[in-house]
């Protein structure tokens, strides 16, 4: 483990070495940086990636997406007067409840019939709460140290309890004169932090003490989440930009990645791969469960694990789709990749797990269903048709080897595979973006917000350049997570301990955590 931070260390490093000239080299290549992402609105939320460009550049996170309305080659709209269109109100809720309901309950039944039945209350008690605290924690601190200001890691504390907040704020979304209530936003920006938290209880399940698992969280959302959410999405809106100057501007208050313009629709680096590499970093320093490798450990229900799968599938449109913050073309193009995405990997998943072990299985194809689900996040709205076919083929193969050989080779006791499908399907789709988000390829391109067009194959800077920003961002959450979660796990061990006692594990955290079991035999 310790050989490994030390890599990541390096790897870092270097990372930060390069970045400069990156960002530099893709600013200057085009000149307008806008790019996108959650919006934080010029005086509201601000909130998204990409530093460059254009489109809908957003790069951003929960939130990202073109800032122009419509497809690629749409003009997006010039100083108009600020307006709050209904129709994108009540999208914006739908998509909020819909990001709840991917975790509680999806999520929680996802990881639920995966556990064996003596921990299946104990995951869903960790999800359900894990999601109430980070709503509590998002409302206190943290969005507006994600959202609320300037700065290349951390936003300000301007907005501490939401001071400030009222029902007449409001934030950006990716078009100019076009806003959103900010409680709308911040709501919907709270349900990526609770959902990226709640990602990592599959890897530690079943053999983590409760109390451990919440101070966990407080540390691991505080000093990965949220500056991984600012760095990436964090932005002062299209409304900023008028010339150069006002660009040069809004990049040098945007977060870190933003500014050298990396895209990230929905949260590929800020929620996957930053849960995934969190989770495997736990998996490691909590070591295996008692009789891993050499006593079962299946599902106790598949049937309730397809459940939650069918229910994270729906949810996820709400995820993607609402990340583009309206309405419009884009979001079609967010939601029809996200389906089509998918529908592939499910299909190239079972079929890698036909070929090789004789049998497709209903685990593979709800895993294959997650893994299309995860890879296709951060390039929803930057995609074509094309793109996103290729992404959902591509990740449910990849994602297959992640939880079988890649895992073999890490030796971790990955329990429901958070890593594998998560982490590597987040860096699936995080690298392809910066290829099939290309105009040439029949992708969206990015929003120049100088000129007010999107999708114009001039203002892209070209897929290897951005394959390389991309790469950038990964290995940056990768890091980032790597090292915030090693520090937290030695903290709680220090204070709480971290591991449950081997009678506790075997009686099952059910009955020994909770004083309650799921079933009644």
Same mark, same amino acid.
């Given at each position: 483990?310790?050989?490994?931070?030390?890599?990541?260390?390096?790897?870092?490093?270097?990372?930060?070495?390069?970045?400069?000239? =990156?960002?530099?080299?893709?600013?200057? &290549?085009?000149? @307008?940086? $806008?790019?996108? %992402? *959650? !919006?934080? #609105?010029? +005086? /509201?939320? =601000?909130?998204?990636?990409?530093?460059? &460009?254009?489109? @809908?550049? $957003?790069?951003? %996170? *929960? !939130?990202? #997406?073109? +800032? /122009?309305?419509?497809?690629?080659?749409?003009?997006?709209?010039?100083?108009?007067?600020?307006?709050?269109?209904?129709?994108?109100?009540?999208?914006?809720?739908?998509?909020?409840?819909?990001?709840?309901?991917?975790?509680?309950?999806?999520?929680?039944?996802?990881?639920?019939?995966?556990?064996?039945?003596?921990?299946?209350?104990?995951?869903?008690?960790?999800?359900?709460?894990?999601?109430?605290?980070?709503?509590?924690?998002?409302?206190?601190?943290?969005?507006?140290?994600?959202?609320?200001?300037?700065?290349?890691?951390?936003?300000?504390?301007?907005?501490?309890?939401?001071?400030?907040?009222?029902?007449?704020?409001?934030?950006?979304?990716?078009?100019?004169?076009?806003?959103?209530?900010?409680?709308?936003?911040?709501?919907?920006?709270?349900?990526?932090?609770?959902?990226?938290?709640?990602?990592?209880?599959?890897?530690?399940?079943?053999?983590?003490?409760?109390?451990?698992?919440?101070?966990?969280?407080?540390?691991?959302?505080?000093?990965?989440?949220?500056?991984?959410?600012?760095?990436?999405?964090?932005?002062?809106?299209?409304?900023?930009?008028?010339?150069?100057?006002?660009?040069?501007?809004?990049?040098?208050?945007?977060?870190?990645?933003?500014?050298?313009?990396?895209?990230?629709?929905?949260?590929?680096?800020?929620?996957?791969?930053?849960?995934?590499?969190?989770?495997?970093?736990?998996?490691?320093?909590?070591?295996?469960?008692?009789?891993?490798?050499?006593?079962?450990?299946?599902?106790?229900?598949?049937?309730?694990?397809?459940?939650?799968?069918?229910?994270?599938?729906?949810?996820?449109?709400?995820?993607?789709?609402?990340?583009?913050?309206?309405?419009?073309?884009?979001?079609?193009?967010?939601?029809?990749?996200?389906?089509?995405?998918?529908?592939?990997?499910?299909?190239?998943?079972?079929?890698?797990?036909?070929?090789?072990?004789?049998?497709?299985?209903?685990?593979?194809?709800?895993?294959?269903?997650?893994?299309?689900?995860?890879?296709?996040?951060?390039?929803?709205?930057?995609?074509?048709?094309?793109?996103?076919?290729?992404?959902?083929?591509?990740?449910?193969?990849?994602?297959?080897?992640?939880?079988?050989?890649?895992?073999?080779?890490?030796?971790?006791?990955?329990?429901?595979?958070?890593?594998?499908?998560?982490?590597?399907?987040?860096?699936?789709?995080?690298?392809?973006?910066?290829?099939?988000?290309?105009?040439?390829?029949?992708?969206?391109?990015?929003?120049?917000?100088?000129?007010?067009?999107?999708?114009?194959?001039?203002?892209?800077?070209?897929?290897?350049?951005?394959?390389?920003?991309?790469?950038?961002?990964?290995?940056?959450?990768?890091?980032?997570?790597?090292?915030?979660?090693?520090?937290?796990?030695?903290?709680?061990?220090?204070?709480?301990?971290?591991?449950?006692?081997?009678?506790?594990?075997?009686?099952?955290?059910?009955?020994?955590?909770?004083?309650?079991?799921?079933?009644?035999?």
């Amino acid at each position: 483990m310790k050989k490994i931070l030390i890599m990541l260390l390096t790897a870092g490093a270097i990372a930060m070495a390069s970045g400069g000239v =990156a960002a530099q080299g893709g600013g200057a &290549a085009h000149g @307008d940086a $806008a790019s996108a %992402a *959650p !919006a934080a #609105a010029a +005086a /509201a939320p =601000a909130a998204a990636p990409a530093g460059e &460009a254009k489109k @809908d550049d $957003a790069a951003a %996170a *929960p !939130a990202a #997406a073109p +800032a /122009a309305s419509g497809g690629g080659q749409k003009e997006a709209v010039e100083q108009a007067a600020p307006t709050v269109d209904k129709g994108d109100v009540a999208f914006m809720y739908t998509a909020t409840i819909m990001v709840i309901l991917m975790t509680i309950p999806g999520l929680a039944l996802f990881y639920g019939g995966l556990v064996r039945s003596k921990n299946m209350l104990s995951v869903l008690m960790q999800v359900f709460v894990i999601f109430s605290l980070i709503t509590v924690l998002w409302v206190i601190y943290g969005y507006t140290l994600a959202f609320g200001g300037a700065g290349a890691f951390y936003g300000s504390f301007d907005k501490l309890f939401l001071s400030g907040v009222t029902a007449e704020s409001m934030a950006a979304t990716f078009s100019k004169g076009v806003y959103l209530p900010e409680l709308t936003f911040i709501a919907f920006q709270g349900t990526f932090a609770a959902i990226t938290c709640a990602l990592i209880v599959g890897a530690y399940a079943e053999r983590m003490k409760f109390s451990a698992v919440l101070l966990f969280m407080v540390i691991w959302f505080t000093f990965s989440y949220i500056p991984m959410a600012h760095m990436v999405w964090y932005w002062d809106g299209p409304d900023a930009i008028k010339d150069q100057a006002t660009l040069d501007a809004v990049t040098a208050n945007a977060g870190w990645l933003w500014a050298k313009g990396a895209l990230d629709f929905a949260g590929g680096t800020v929620v996957h791969i930053n849960a995934g590499v969190a989770g495997l970093v736990a998996a490691y320093v909590l070591g295996k469960r008692v009789g891993y490798g050499r006593e079962s450990l299946a599902p106790h229900s598949l049937t309730l694990t397809m459940v939650g799968a069918a229910l994270l599938w729906v949810g996820w449109f709400g995820f993607n789709a609402g990340s583009n913050l309206e309405a419009n073309g884009v979001a079609a193009f967010a939601f029809v990749n996200t389906l089509l995405a998918t529908a592939a990997a499910v299909l190239s998943w079972i079929f890698a797990e036909w070929m090789l072990k004789g049998k497709p299985s209903m685990l593979g194809a709800a895993s294959g269903a997650v893994a299309g689900l995860v890879a296709i996040t951060p390039a929803c709205g930057f995609v074509g048709i094309i793109g996103a076919l290729v992404i959902g083929l591509v990740a449910g193969a990849v994602c297959f080897w992640g939880v079988t050989g890649l895992k073999k080779m890490l030796g971790a006791d990955d329990a429901l595979d958070v890593f594998g499908v998560h982490g590597v399907g987040g860096i699936v789709g995080a690298l392809l973006t910066g290829i099939f988000a290309s105009p040439s390829l029949g992708g969206l391109g990015i929003c120049n917000y100088i000129t007010n067009k999107c999708g114009d194959a001039a203002d892209f800077p070209g897929i290897g350049t951005q394959v390389w920003i991309q790469f950038q961002g990964v290995l940056t959450a990768i890091v980032l997570s790597a090292i915030v979660s090693y520090v937290a796990l030695l903290i709680v061990k220090a204070i709480t301990g971290v591991r449950v006692t081997e009678e506790e594990e075997r009686e099952g955290l059910d009955t020994t955590y909770h004083g309650e079991s799921a079933y009644k035999m």
